[in-house]
């Protein structure tokens, strides 16, 4: 399902497959395969004109859309009595006001607030929700990355879209690009609605413009860990509208030889952003090459809401387990250099499944070796080092799809220079025994350069490689039936 196709709740609590799409409208998913079914789900006027309602949301910012009133109306559909709710520590402030205005006016006899940090869409903790008793969980200011039908409980994302100066916005990217310019436009979820507005009133002046789209994420949308990945020469510019880095820095992981703009929607200033891609890369491959040498692994689940993915951690034991490696999984919320330095004597090297950017951004801050389930894969031979690409592959470059270079796997015998081992395979592809990453072609000329090859940044991308922590299943290419002639028999 899609960030925007999962934004609601069930209308009852047992019902499930159930989804809202927009403030008004539900998607219904058959068991069967079949076509969506669109039902209405308008809230009450009761609600929505409400004099006494409108007097306790006035206290709450009005360019927030908190999307109170539709909480209302959900958790009177479900029949909640007791709800928790999460948000990023930027909206904390608020979050007493939403508690005392959902039990006054949504019939529930009891709110909590869940405080944990949480740092994205990947931490909605419905396990913690469901052991305090919630029947109902309220997540703020992400987009769905967890399908609601995966929650232990109801579970509503509330996206929290900001309302910015559109225009300053708009007149902005005309002062600085021509028409002939092909600008990328993205950010943040918050932004999503100001991001569209724009791109559709540029596109009507004729310039080049797109937002690029990693799916399931919705058009524009770009996460810490994911970002979509653009054909070298597709685009020039990107405009990136967000009050901070962490996002933006990403997209430019994933696409260096784009030059990067950060439109702060509150300062109204964009900046040309930098991104040290030479420093970053060098890093990550020394980390991965001294892992090569590992004896001992520890490999850690993210236990901070749903950071850790169960099936990631199956499919990367059973890539140890092919390379005949001893490791211990470990289960933790939050990592941290002085944690791990505990098992220094005892782990050679560490592959952590919560987040990458904790590998990418503090990775040198550990000992030992801290890599992510896709670096994995490169240390242990299952996928091409991006710094030793075949000369073939080269002409590629470092911003195009990740598929041709960064995260090609040996999926069948033919494509390796070894044997595949007949009882070793995973979800995505075969294991190989002696790894075609590993081994190259008699003739075959190599290079090693930190900024050969793309390093992916496709996480939670539905196309991602065998590292990615989608829930989302590709989907299906049916074959069409070929009707007969009318000389046919």
Not at 270 to 292: C, F, P, S, V, W
Request: hydrophobic share 40%.
């Amino acid at each position: 399902m899609g960030a925007k196709d999962d934004e609601g709740v069930p209308p009852t609590a047992p019902l499930s497959g159930i989804s809202s799409s927009s403030p008004q409208m539900m998607v219904v998913r058959s068991s069967i395969t079949g076509p969506k079914r669109f039902v209405r789900q308008q809230v009450p006027d009761s609600i929505l004109n409400d004099p006494a309602l409108k007097r306790a949301m006035a206290v709450l910012p009005s360019n927030y859309n908190l999307e109170i009133p539709k909480t209302i109306w959900r958790l009177k559909q479900a029949g909640s009595k007791k709800v928790a709710l999460q948000f990023p520590e930027g909206l904390l402030m608020y979050s007493l006001t939403i508690c005392d205005i959902l039990e006054a006016f949504a019939g529930i006899e009891e709110c909590f607030v869940l405080g944990d940090v949480t740092y994205g869409a990947c931490c909605v903790d419905d396990f913690s929700a469901t052991a305090l008793g919630a029947d109902f969980l309220v997540h703020y200011g992400h987009s769905c990355l967890v399908p609601i039908d995966m929650s232990l409980i109801p579970c509503l994302y509330v996206f929290v879209d900001i309302q910015i100066d559109v225009q300053d916005l708009l007149d902005t990217v005309k002062k600085n690009f021509d028409p002939n310019t092909k600008i990328a436009v993205a950010g943040t979820i918050q932004f999503s609605t100001a991001i569209q507005a724009v791109l559709s009133r540029l596109l009507k002046e004729n310039y080049h413009v797109n937002a690029p789209q990693a799916k399931p994420l919705s058009p524009g949308e770009v996460l810490g860990c994911t970002s979509p990945s653009l054909r070298s020469g597709s685009v020039d510019s990107l405009v990136f509208v967000a009050d901070g880095r962490f996002h933006l820095e990403a997209f430019m992981i994933a696409n260096p030889k784009v030059k990067a703009y950060r439109y702060d929607p509150y300062s109204k200033v964009m900046t040309l952003e930098e991104y040290d891609h030479q420093g970053m890369r060098e890093a990550r491959m020394n980390a991965i090459k001294r892992a090569q040498g590992a004896k001992t692994w520890g490999v850690v689940l993210g236990t901070l809401g749903r950071q850790g993915n169960p099936r990631i951690l199956a499919h990367l034991e059973q890539r140890l387990a092919a390379r005949h490696l001893s490791y211990t999984v470990f289960l933790i919320s939050e990592l941290s250099p002085t944690k791990l330095a505990l098992f220094f004597d005892s782990v050679d090297a560490w592959i952590q499944i919560a987040c990458p950017r904790l590998s990418i951004d503090w990775g040198e801050a550990f000992k030992q070796p801290l890599l992510t389930p896709y670096e994995a894969e490169v240390a242990l031979g299952f996928v091409q080092p991006w710094w030793r690409i075949s000369e073939g592959l080269e002409a590629n470059g470092a911003s195009d799809g990740i598929q041709e270079d960064a995260s090609r796997t040996c999926k069948s015998a033919s494509d390796c220079c070894g044997s595949v081992a007949p009882d070793a395979s995973s979800e995505w592809s075969a294991v190989e025994t002696d790894s075609c990453c590993q081994k190259q072609a008699p003739d075959s000329k190599e290079k090693e350069n930190p900024m050969l090859g793309s390093y992916p940044m496709d996480y939670y991308a539905q196309d991602g490689g065998p590292w990615k922590s989608c829930y989302v299943k590709p989907p299906v290419r049916r074959a069409v039936p070929r009707s007969l002639g009318v000389g046919s028999t």
